[in-house]
C-alpha cells in the first residue's frame, strides 16, 4: 500500500484531538492514506505542536493578515499544492470557506461534524441537542460542500444523551465516536469507495 497511499492536509484551528486519531490511524503502513501536512489558521492551535513532533510539516495562517478571504484561501491552496495533497481533512477548522476553494476540491474534502447531520447545522450544536431534549445525538463525517454542513454524510455514530448530561459531558462522548468514525470514513475515501455518494 505506501506507494499509492492518497496525501492528506488536515485544517485545524485548535486542540486537534481528530487529527490525532487521523494521524494515529496513518500509521499503520496498510492504512490507504498518509498525513502530509496540517495547517492552521491559528498560530497557537495546539494540534500544530502535536504534528510538528510527529515528524509532519505544519502552517499556519491568519486570515487577518489577508485583504480577502480569497487571497487568504489562494495561499493555502498554495501550501496544500506544494504538498502535493490529494485529500483534504477539516478536523475543527472554525473558518467558513469560500466557494472557490470548496468547489476546487469537490468530492476530496470531508469534514467532522458534533450532530447527527442535518440536525444541528453550525455551532453550539451540544447547547441545542440538550435544549431540545434530544435523547439521542452524534457526530456525522460528511463531503464539504458550499453550504455550511450541507455536503453528503459519509459515516455517522450515535450516541444516547443522559439525563443529567451537560454540553461538556455530552461532547466528550461524542468525541469517543468522531475518533473512531473519522478514520474509517477517510480510509474510505482514500480507497475510491465512496464516488458514487459524493457530494
Ligand atoms: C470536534 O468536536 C469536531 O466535531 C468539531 O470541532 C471539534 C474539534 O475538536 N468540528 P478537535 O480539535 O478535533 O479536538
Not at 6 to 17: F, P, T
Not at 39 to 52: I, T
Not at 145 to 158: C, R, S
Not at 186 to 193: D, H, T
Request: overall charge negative.
Amino acid at each position: 500500500m505506501s506507494g499509492n497511499r492518497k496525501r492528506v492536509a488536515i485544517l485545524i484551528s485548535g486542540r486537534g484531538s481528530n487529527m490525532s486519531a487521523l494521524i494515529e490511524a496513518a500509521r499503520d503502513p496498510g492504512y490507504p492514506a498518509e498525513i502530509v501536512g496540517v495547517l492552521s489558521n491559528r498560530a497557537a492551535a495546539p494540534g500544530l505542536a502535536v504534528a510538528a513532533a510527529e515528524g509532519i510539516a505544519t502552517a499556519s495562517l491568519a486570515q487577518s493578515q489577508f485583504p480577502s478571504r480569497d487571497m487568504f484561501e489562494d495561499v493555502m491552496t498554495q501550501i496544500l499544492e506544494s504538498w502535493d495533497v490529494d485529500l483534504v481533512c477539516l478536523a475543527g477548522f472554525m473558518r467558513i470557506l469560500g466557494e472557490d476553494f470548496v468547489n476546487r476540491w469537490a468530492g476530496r474534502m470531508i469534514n467532522i461534524h458534533p450532530s447527527l447531520l442535518p440536525l444541528y447545522r453550525g455551532l453550539h450544536t451540544h447547547e441545542r441537542a440538550l435544549a431540545d431534549g434530544a435523547t439521542v445525538s452524534g457526530c456525522t463525517v460528511h463531503f464539504v460542500t458550499p453550504g455550511l454542513d450541507e455536503g453528503a454524510p459519509i459515516l455517522q455514530a450515535q450516541v444516547p444523551v443522559l439525563p443529567d448530561d451537560t454540553p461538556d459531558t455530552l461532547a466528550a462522548r461524542i468525541l469517543v465516536e468522531e475518533h473512531r468514525i473519522y478514520p474509517e470514513a477517510l480510509r474510505m475515501l482514500a480507497l475510491g469507495e465512496l464516488t458514487a455518494t459524493r457530494q
